[in-house]
């Protein structure tokens, strides 16, 4: 089992920063996905457990970067550029049946409380 606890969220002006955090109580294949109202949850951005191999949907690509620290088992989601359609709840999840569906949501087994994130025009 893998315990997950997101941090970082807030409210931010458009085109400014933020970094969520991901504290997970073992070392994983960890993703973070994003529900905005109204809307399905999607994929933004996933790690491999060495950090050798990072993915990023389109939209945040450019903008978006993750990366972890193992020796704090902590991935950590650096947001620049932020945008009002960034908006949403933002989800870490990790242990997938199978890191190569790291897009679809239904392979993770394990997933945060979600953290806030607010992008005021």
């Known amino acids: 089992q893998v315990r997950l606890e997101e941090h970082g969220g807030g409210l931010v002006q458009a085109g400014g920063s933020l970094r969520l955090s991901c504290a997970a109580s073992?070392?994983?294949?960890v993703a973070w996905f994003r529900q905005a109202p109204g809307k399905e949850r999607e994929f933004v951005s996933a790690i491999t457990w060495s950090g050798g191999s990072t993915y990023y949907t389109d939209s945040v690509k450019g903008r978006f970067t993750i990366s972890r620290d193992n020796a704090k088992n902590t991935v950590y989601l650096q947001m620049s550029g932020l945008k009002p359609d960034d908006t949403a709840v933002y989800y870490c999840?990790?242990?997938?049946?199978?890191?190569?569906?790291?897009?679809?949501?239904?392979?993770?087994?394990?997933w945060g409380q979600g953290t806030q994130v607010t992008v005021a025009s």
């Open positions: 073992r070392r994983s294949f």
């Open positions: 999840a990790a242990g997938p049946t199978s890191s190569s569906y790291y897009s679809d949501g239904s392979t993770y087994s394990y």
